[in-house]
Structure formats: structure tokens, C-alpha cells
């Protein structure tokens, strides 16, 4: 099993930037696709953003194609999302999640895919 940690998360001006982290602790992180993910107050958890086993496949949701950023640091067994231009629609709280895939290149959307899950950060972007 792998145990997730969120941080970075806070209060932004829109416009402003934050970068997110997932430390991964009981197993390597390179053994999982990983993603975020995003809920706001009275929505459904949303897909944000995913990386493949090996870093080589990423995929966005359309709403944060070009301004967030997903990297990985398998060696420090941490998952980042950089996110820039931030918007009040972006106002969510952000979970970090795995996916226990044996392919090195598979990115999902789909939440129920996932395995293991962080407890979530949250990010207020004000207008």
C-alpha cells in the first residue's frame, strides 16, 4: 500500500500561482499512475490531471490544459502539480491520487480507477 500526503495548498489572488505536492510514503511512487483531482462545495470530484508510471504520458483536463503543470520526482517519491493563472473557478479541494496500473505509459480520468487517495489541500483562488 502507499500512503499520500497533500500540501502547498492556500489562498491566491487570481492570476497567482501555487505549486501542489503528493509525498508517497509504504511504497515507490513509480509503481502508480498518479493524479489530481479537484472538488468544489456542492460538486462532484473532478479529474485535473494525470502522469503515467514513467513521466512519459500526461494528460489535462480541458479546463487547466496550459496553465497546470503535473511532474513527478520518482526518486523523492513525490507527485507535483504546478498551477499558474489560477482562477476563482479553481477554487476546489485538490486530492492527490494513485493507480496500482502495471503499464508504464497508462494515464486514466476516471475516479473509481484510482486506489489510494490523499486527504485532500485546499485552494481559495479570490477575486
Known amino acids: 500500500q502507499v500512503q499520500l500526503i497533500e500540501s502547498g495548498g492556500g489562498l491566491v489572488q487570481a492570476g497567482g500561482s501555487l505549486r501542489l505536492s503528493c509525498a508517497a510514503s509504504g511504497r515507490t511512487v513509480s509503481a502508480y499512475s498518479m493524479a489530481w483531482f479537484r472538488q468544489a462545495p456542492g460538486k462532484e470530484r473532478e479529474f485535473v490531471a494525470a502522469s503515467s508510471r514513467n513521466g512519459g504520458n500526461t494528460f489535462y483536463a480541458d479546463s487547466v490544459q496550459g496553465r497546470f503543470t503535473i511532474s513527478r520526482d520518482n526518486p523523492a517519491n513525490t507527485v507535483y502539480l504546478r498551477m499558474d493563472s489560477l482562477k476563482p473557478e479553481d477554487t476546489a479541494v485538490y486530492y492527490c491520487?494513485?493507480?496500482?496500473?502495471?503499464?508504464?505509459?497508462?494515464?486514466?480520468?476516471?475516479?473509481?480507477?484510482?486506489?489510494?487517495w490523499g486527504q485532500g489541500t485546499q485552494v481559495t483562488v479570490s477575486s
Open positions: 491520487a494513485a493507480d496500482a496500473t502495471p503499464s508504464l505509459w497508462a494515464v486514466t480520468t476516471t475516479t473509481n480507477v484510482y486506489d489510494y
